[in-house]
């Protein structure tokens, strides 16, 4: 796309927003030019936890989610009585997708005595059964808390970013076995080769990633905290493990820093993810134009499971408030 066709695209695009008292709210994985757009239409960009918190206190009548099913659905359960569109419905997680409703019943049955914390990275169905929502940049803090209280956790799906924050709290936890396709990949050997390529580099990992890789890391966080370390820490390279699509918010931060890919392939191996959410890159402006146009992609949840999901969604964002997160 030229520069021209650009400005004409992002004009375009920001009037039928701004038509419609619709804000743009985006992900750091979507695609630079969807990011772009949140930014000239004054929407925003950021993880999970800050578009939630966003979406719950904006004043627009529509909220426009670029991102995964759950993110949409989180600000539908937020705000039940704004709009929220997609750029289209079938972004999916393979987080939520690998924790169906009906089978965490079933794990969730088997240990009543347990409290129930789920990822952000879940369906409204199974948030639904839930006492606390987390997201990667409060997880430990909740668990923490929760661990302090003597209770003990049952926690989906990443099993992961499970084993991380059981670690690092020492909190009781019993885990599903889900994971992210993007951040499985990471190969702790390639990062161990690429570390001695650039000795000065620091490498920031999303906790989504193996154990084996989250040993190499100097910072490990939620995409903000990892955005955040890029403009604190003195480095002037950085490894990153985790979607390249948060480039564009670092290299915009510190352009003058650089910004490597960690390794998604083992020796001779070809990556399936290659460090790119597959349903992450389905939000384009052509299809956020057409679901502004069609009006065919917005976000319904079921009015009785929103409000049992909305109980330990909102007990995350009160907690999370508290910290000053
Ligand atoms: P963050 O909460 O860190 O933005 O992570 C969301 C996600 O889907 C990571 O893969
Ligand atoms: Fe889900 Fe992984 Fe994509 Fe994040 S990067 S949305 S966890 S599949």
Known sequence: MSHGEKTER?????EMLKARNAVLVAHYYTDPLMQELAEVSGGFIGDSLEMARFGANTDAQTIVVAGVRFMGETA???SPEKRVIMPTLAAEC???LGCPPEEFAVFRAQHPERTV??????SAAVKAQADWVVTSSIAVDVIN???TRGEKILWAPDQHLGRYVATKTG?????????????EEFKAQGLQKLKAVYPEAAVLVHPESPEAVLALADVIGSTTQLLK???NLPNQQFIVATDRGIFYKMQQASPQKSFIEAPTGGSGATCRSC???PWMAMNQLDNLRSSLLADDQEVHVDEGMRMKALVPLQRMLDFSAGLKL
């Open 145 to 147: 808390h929760l661990a």
């Open 171 to 183: 909190a009781d936890m019993l885990l599903w076995n889900g994971s992210c396709v993007v951040h």
């Open 94 to 96: 393979s987080l939520d």
């Open 117 to 122: 914390v789920v990822y952000a990275n879940t």
């Open 229 to 231: 370390a890029t403009q």
């Open 10 to 14: 992002m004009t375009e695009l920001t």
């Open 275 to 277: 460090a790119h959410c």
């Open 76 to 78: 539908k359960i937020l």
